[in-house]
Structure formats: structure tokens, C-alpha cells
């Protein structure tokens, strides 16, 4: 299947700090999705991005398609204790349904 | 409303035994997944139904595994002789079936365990 490197693995933060993740692919994505874990449960959806060059934003997240159509990045602003969990990088190719995930992005906050 | 739903949450069983896991996806979603998260990495693709048919089962390790939707709706995912490497969290996912937009809802998983 598709690779999707995912750095960092891991982090820890500051309360307040802002966290900046990325991924990048060995090819072209016409999707790039950003998900976050949290023990027990399954990934849920935070930002969507459909387009090369698109930057979105959802609250204190922001995330940004590359122009390449090969990497995304996922900023968190300010961040606060219930930004702990997990991260990944997801995304598909034109009409492929499967998403092809990353290794995930451990965040822990220190307060 | 309701989300996607798996049942059972944790399964433990013996190596070489059958297993059967359920999923119950959104209403008026199509689209069926199944993957397979094992621990420290990101889920891996297993099968995708669209309808009560397997588009794809491309992800599907090997014919241990198979996976049924009859009614289009509630899939069954079956692993017969259970390995040890079998262990993991399998998660659903469902979604509208609407090519470019499209958006997976995922149901909180199934943990395996085999012993």
C-alpha cells in the first residue's frame, strides 16, 4: 500500500504551546484527512482537505495541503490539556475509497 | 444519532479458535470498512463494501479472513484459526458511498486478543 511518514512520533508540550505535525506520502493524495485517538476509541475526524494548496482551519487547528499533493501539516494553537491523544495523517487517491494511514503523532501536554 | 457501533468490544479466545466481529454502521451510510490497528501504528485497510458487495478486500491478510454485509447494512467480520498475530484492534468504518467528499465515521473498535 501507499507509505505515509508521520513526524514527529511523538511530543510533549507546554500548556499554551503551539504543536506543528506533518506527513508526508511516496505519491500523490487527493485527500488529505487529519484524525485524533483518544484511548479506547476510534479515530475522529478534525480537518479535511480536498484540494493542492487548501488551508483549512477548525477552531485552534489548522491544516494545510501541500501544493506537491504528497504532504499535509496539522497545527495546534495554544494548546490545552484535552489536546492529549493521539494524531494521524490519512489520505486516498482519486476514486480509491481505502484510506491509507500514518504512524501517528503522540501528544502529551504538560500543564 | 447513533454513531457507529462494534460489538464486543474486547474478545479473548485461544489460538487456532473462530472469532466473529460485528459491526453496526450509521443509517443511510452505504459505504462499509474494515481495518485493523495493530498497537503504535495507524489502522491498515482491510475490506470496503459498498452496498451488500466487496469492492475490495484487497487489505485482507490471507483467507483466514473474510467478511460478510447480506443486508447492506451490519457487517461480520470472520477470522477462522486465530493466530497469535491475529492480535489487534479491528475498526469500522462507514461513510455516505460518495466518491470525492467522502468522510469515514469510525466506530470505537474491537479489541482481539488470541492467547
Known amino acids: 500500500g501507499q507509505q505515509l511518514n508521520q513526524s514527529p512520533q511523538s511530543m510533549f508540550i507546554q500548556e499554551g504551546e503551539d504543536v506543528s505535525m506533518n506527513c508526508t506520502s511516496s505519491s500523490i493524495f487527493n485527500t488529505w484527512l487529519w484524525y485524533k485517538q483518544d484511548p479506547g476509541e476510534g479515530p475522529v475526524l478534525l480537518i479535511a482537505l480536498y484540494k493542492a494548496g487548501e488551508l483549512t482551519s477548525n477552531g485552534r487547528l489548522t491544516a494545510q495541503f501541500g501544493t506537491t499533493r504528497k504532504d499535509s501539516f496539522l497545527n495546534i494553537s495554544a494548546s490545552i490539556p484535552s489536546d492529549v491523544g493521539i494524531y494521524f495523517c490519512a489520505g486516498n487517491s482519486d476514486n480509491d475509497y481505502k484510506l491509507s494511514f500514518g504512524a501517528g503523532t503522540t501528544v502529551t501536554v504538560r500543564a | 444519532g447513533a454513531g457507529v457501533s462494534q460489538t464486543p468490544s474486547n474478545k479473548v479466545t485461544e489460538k487456532g479458535k473462530y472469532v466473529e466481529l460485528r459491526c453496526d454502521p450509521i443509517?443511510?451510510?452505504?459505504?462499509l470498512y474494515w481495518y485493523r490497528q495493530s498497537l503504535g501504528q495507524g489502522p491498515e485497510f482491510l475490506i470496503y463494501f459498498q452496498g451488500t458487495g466487496a469492492a475490495d478486500d484487497s487489505g485482507l491478510p490471507n483467507d483466514r479472513f473474510f467478511a460478510v454485509r447480506p443486508e447492506g447494512s451490519v457487517s461480520t467480520l470472520k477470522i477462522q484459526r486465530t493466530e497469535r498475530g491475529d492480535s489487534a484492534v479491528y475498526l469500522c468504518a462507514s461513510s455516505f458511498g460518495q466518491v470525492g467528499t467522502d468522510t469515514q465515521y469510525f466506530g470505537p473498535g474491537t479489541r482481539l486478543t488470541v492467547l
Open positions: 443509517s443511510g451510510h452505504t459505504a
